[in-house]
C-alpha cells in the first residue's frame, strides 16, 4: 500500500461500530453479525468494488436490511399447498398474531383468577375438543411422529403394536414409522400382505401379548389393483371383548370430511367408527403450526399424558397460541389454497401473463406434504422460460415456481391474492435479468 492507495481510507471499524445507526441496531442483531456486516462492506472497498467515501452509507443500509434470523419468507409459487421445503402450512392471521402475542410471558400454565397453576394448554385442548365433539380429551405435542409413538409406547406398554404389513410407510427423509415405533421398545406384531390384509389376519395376532391395534394411513401412496383393508368398525368389532386399544394414525389432520379430499380420513369419523386414539399433525391439513394431536378416549389420552414420554415431547407456549388460533378460524391459507376457485386462479393467471407478454396454461395443484397422493387440484399457471426459475428464487422477495418440462411454471393458489403485486414485480425483475446473462 501507498500513501496515495484510497484504501488508506477506508472507515475503520471502530469508526463504522460507533455510527449512532449502527450501534442502534446492536440490541436487535447482536454484535457478530454486526461486526460480520462491517466487514463484508470494507471488503467490497478494499476489492475497489466500493469507494472508501461510500462506507459508512453502505454499513448504514447492510445493517438495517440485515436480519436476525436468516430464514427468507418465500411465495409458494408451485401450487404445491402443504409444501415440506417450505415448512407445511403458513399460518392465518390470526395464528400469527396469537404466537407473536405468546413471545411474552404468558398464563399457559397459570389460573390468573385462581392464581394457581393450571394444566397447560387448556385453551387449546378446549378449542380442539369444540372443534371435534367425537372426542372426549385432547393432548399436544411436538409433532405427528411424537403423537404416534407416545401413543402406542404409553397404550401398548411393552407389548405388541398389531399392524397391516401395507401400512408400514416411510413418512419422507427416509423416516419409516416402524423404525420410529420399535425405538422406544414397542413390539411390532406386522399381520397381512403388502396389498391385501383381512380381518382374520388381525384376528390370528391378537391375543395377551397384544398392546394395541393401530391403523396407519399410508397418506403418501396408493396401492392400487387387488388390495384389501380392514376398516375400523369391523377391528373396534374384533377386539372389543378383549379391551385392547385402537390407534389410528390420520397423517394429514382433517378435523371432519372434506368432500375435496374423499380418500383423507378425518378425526371425527374415525372416533365414530371405534378408534380410541387418533393422532395427526398440527401442520398439514388443518393448517396449523408444527404439532401433533391426539384426541380420543379420556382414559386412553389421560394414559398418554402421564407417560414420562410425554414430557420430552411436550409442545412450547407458541405451538399452543397458533394451534388455537388456527382451530378457531372461520378459515385457514391451506383450505383457501385448496378450495380456491379455478375460475378466480385463472383470472390472476391472466392478469400476471398479460402484465409480462406470457401464457397461461392449465396446471394442476398438489395437496402436498405427504398428503392425498394423486388428488390433482385443478388450475392454472403462468408459463415462462426456464431460465427465470433460479432468478425467481434468489431474488427478492424469493418466489419458488414449479419447473417442469423445460418451463418455469407460476401457479398463484398459494399467493394470497394480496401479494399478486409482489410476485409481477418478481417475475419483471427475472425476465429482465434474463437478458444480459
Ligand atoms: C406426516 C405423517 C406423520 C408424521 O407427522 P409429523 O408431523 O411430520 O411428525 C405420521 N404419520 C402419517 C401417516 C403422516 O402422514
Known amino acids: 500500500m501507498t500513501q496515495t492507495d484510497p484504501r488508506r481510507l477506508i472507515p475503520r471499524t471502530d469508526a463504522l461500530l460507533a455510527l449512532p445507526d449502527v450501534a442502534g441496531a446492536r440490541k436487535r442483531l447482536g454484535d457478530t453479525a454486526i461486526r460480520a456486516v462491517v466487514r463484508a462492506v470494507q471488503d467490497r472497498a478494499r476489492r475497489g468494488e466500493l469507494a472508501p467515501d461510500a462506507v459508512a452509507a453502505a454499513v448504514v443500509a447492510a445493517v438495517s436490511a440485515a436480519r436476525p434470523t436468516s430464514l427468507r419468507p418465500v411465495l409458494n409459487a408451485t401450487g404445491i399447498v402443504v409444501h415440506t421445503n417450505l415448512g407445511r402450512a403458513p399460518l392465518s392471521g390470526p395464528a400469527v398474531d396469537a404466537?407473536?402475542?405468546?413471545?411474552?410471558?404468558?398464563?399457559?400454565?397459570?389460573?390468573?383468577?385462581?392464581?394457581?397453576?393450571?394444566?397447560?394448554?387448556?385453551?387449546?385442548?378446549?378449542?380442539?375438543?369444540?372443534?371435534?365433539?367425537?372426542?372426549?380429551?385432547?393432548?399436544?405435542?411436538?409433532?405427528?411422529?411424537?403423537?404416534?409413538?407416545?401413543?402406542?409406547?404409553?397404550?401398548?406398554?411393552?407389548?405388541?403394536?398389531?399392524?397391516?404389513?401395507?401400512?408400514?410407510?416411510?413418512?419422507?427423509?427416509?423416516?419409516?414409522?416402524?423404525?420410529?415405533?420399535?425405538?422406544?421398545?414397542?413390539?411390532?406384531?406386522?399381520?397381512?400382505?403388502?396389498?391385501?390384509t383381512h380381518l382374520?389376519?388381525?384376528?390370528?395376532?391378537?391375543?395377551?401379548?397384544?398392546?394395541?391395534?393401530?391403523?396407519?394411513?399410508?397418506?403418501?401412496?396408493?396401492?392400487?389393483?387387488?388390495?384389501?383393508?380392514?376398516?375400523?368398525?369391523?377391528?373396534?368389532?374384533?377386539?372389543?371383548?378383549?379391551?385392547?386399544?385402537?390407534?389410528?394414525?390420520?397423517?394429514?389432520?382433517?378435523?371432519?370430511?372434506?368432500?375435496?379430499?374423499?380418500?383423507?380420513?378425518?378425526?371425527?369419523t374415525s372416533l365414530g367408527a371405534g378408534a380410541d386414539v387418533v393422532t395427526f399433525s398440527g401442520d398439514k391439513l388443518l393448517g396449523g403450526p408444527q404439532a401433533g394431536v391426539a384426541l380420543g378416549r379420556e382414559t386412553a389420552i389421560a394414559r398418554m399424558a402421564r407417560h414420562?414420554?410425554?414430557?420430552?415431547?411436550?409442545?412450547?407456549?407458541?405451538?399452543?397460541?397458533?394451534?388455537?388460533?388456527?382451530?378457531?378460524?372461520?378459515?385457514?391459507?391451506?383450505?383457501?389454497?385448496?378450495?380456491?376457485?379455478?375460475?378466480?386462479?385463472?383470472?390472476?393467471?391472466?392478469?400476471?401473463a398479460a402484465a409480462v407478454g406470457a401464457e397461461v396454461v392449465a396446471h394442476d395443484g398438489r395437496?402436498?406434504?405427504?398428503?392425498?397422493?394423486?388428488?390433482?387440484?385443478?388450475?392454472?399457471?403462468?408459463?415462462?422460460?426456464?431460465?427465470?426459475?433460479?432468478r425467481l428464487r434468489t431474488g427478492d422477495p424469493a418466489v419458488l415456481p414449479r419447473v417442469n418440462d423445460g418451463a418455469c411454471l407460476v401457479d398463484l393458489r398459494c399467493v394470497p391474492a394480496t401479494d399478486d403485486g409482489r410476485v409481477l414485480a418478481a417475475v419483471r425483475a427475472a425476465l429482465a435479468g434474463g437478458q444480459d446473462r
Do not use: M
Open 99 to 196: 404466537l407473536v402475542a405468546a413471545g411474552g410471558y404468558v398464563d399457559v400454565e397459570l389460573d390468573l383468577g385462581a392464581g394457581v397453576r393450571s394444566k397447560r394448554g387448556v385453551a387449546a385442548r378446549t378449542a380442539l375438543l369444540d372443534a371435534c365433539p367425537a372426542a372426549e380429551d385432547a393432548l399436544i405435542v411436538n409433532n405427528g411422529a411424537a403423537a404416534l409413538v407416545l401413543a402406542t409406547t404409553a397404550l401398548a406398554a411393552g407389548r405388541e403394536v398389531v399392524v397391516s404389513r401395507g401400512e408400514l410407510i416411510e413418512i419422507g427423509a427416509g423416516f419409516r414409522l416402524p423404525d420410529l415405533i420399535a425405538s422406544t421398545g414397542a413390539r411390532l406384531r406386522e399381520v397381512g400382505a403388502t396389498n391385501r
Open 200 to 268: 382374520r389376519d388381525y384376528a390370528d395376532a391378537i391375543g395377551p401379548d397384544t398392546g394395541c391395534v393401530l391403523k396407519v394411513h399410508p397418506s403418501n401412496f396408493r396401492i392400487e389393483g387387488f388390495t384389501s383393508a380392514v376398516g375400523l368398525p369391523e377391528l373396534r368389532e374384533l377386539i372389543a371383548a378383549q379391551g385392547v386399544p385402537l390407534i389410528a394414525d390420520l397423517g394429514s389432520g382433517l378435523l371432519a370430511p372434506d368432500p375435496l379430499l374423499p380418500d383423507e380420513p378425518d378425526a371425527g
Open 308 to 352: 414420562p414420554l410425554a414430557r420430552a415431547v411436550r409442545a412450547d407456549k407458541l405451538t399452543l397460541a397458533a394451534l388455537e388460533a388456527t382451530v378457531r378460524s372461520a378459515s385457514v391459507p391451506v383450505t383457501e389454497a385448496l378450495h380456491a376457485d379455478p375460475a378466480h386462479l385463472r383470472a390472476r393467471a391472466e392478469a400476471l
Open 367 to 390: 395437496v402436498g406434504g405427504g398428503g392425498a397422493p394423486g388428488v390433482p387440484l385443478p388450475g392454472w399457471a403462468v408459463r415462462l422460460p426456464e431460465s427465470a426459475a433460479r
